[in-house]
C-alpha cells in the first residue's frame, strides 16, 4: 500500500514563503505524476498542483499560479511544494497525491495525515 508522510507545515504571516514536502514510499514513482492537494476548515479537499514524472509537466490550480511551485526527487521518493506570497486563503490541511491533469484529479483511495498550513496576520 502506498504510503504518503507529508511534513513542513507551519503558522506564517501573509507574504510569507514556506516548503513542504511529502515523503511517498511503495510506489513506483517514475510511472506516477504526484502533487498536492488541501482541505480547508468546512470545505471540501481540493487540487493545488500535479507534476508529471518523465516531462516533469506541472499543473496549477488557478488560485496559487505564479505563487507556488511543485517538484520533486525521484531518487528521494520526495514532492515538494514551494509556497510564495502566502494569503490566508492558503490556510488548510495539505495533502500529498498521486495525481493527474487536465483537470487536475487525484487517484488516491487514503491519504496520508496532510500537514496543516496557517496564514494569519
Known amino acids: 500500500q502506498v504510503q504518503f508522510v507529508e511534513s513542513g507545515g507551519d503558522s506564517v504571516q501573509p507574504g510569507d514563503s514556506l516548503r513542504i514536502s511529502c515523503t511517498v514510499s511503495?510506489?513506483?514513482?517514475?510511472?506516477?505524476?504526484l502533487g498536492w492537494f488541501r482541505q480547508a476548515p468546512g470545505k471540501k479537499r481540493e487540487g493545488v498542483a500535479c507534476?508529471?514524472?518523465?516531462?516533469?509537466?506541472?499543473y496549477y490550480v488557478d488560485s496559487v499560479k505564479g505563487r507556488f511551485t511543485v517538484s520533486r526527487d525521484n531518487a528521494k521518493a520526495t514532492v515538494y511544494l514551494q509556497m510564495n506570497d502566502l494569503k490566508p486563503e492558503d490556510t488548510a490541511v495539505y495533502y500529498c497525491?498521486?495525481?493527474?491533469?487536465?483537470?487536475?484529479?487525484?487517484?488516491?483511495?487514503?491519504w496520508g495525515q496532510g500537514t496543516q498550513v496557517t496564514v494569519s496576520a
Open positions: 497525491a498521486v495525481c493527474d491533469f487536465p483537470p487536475l484529479i487525484h487517484h488516491n483511495d487514503h
Open positions: 511503495e510506489l513506483a514513482l517514475d510511472y506516477y505524476a
Open positions: 507534476i508529471r514524472s518523465l516531462s516533469a509537466a506541472a
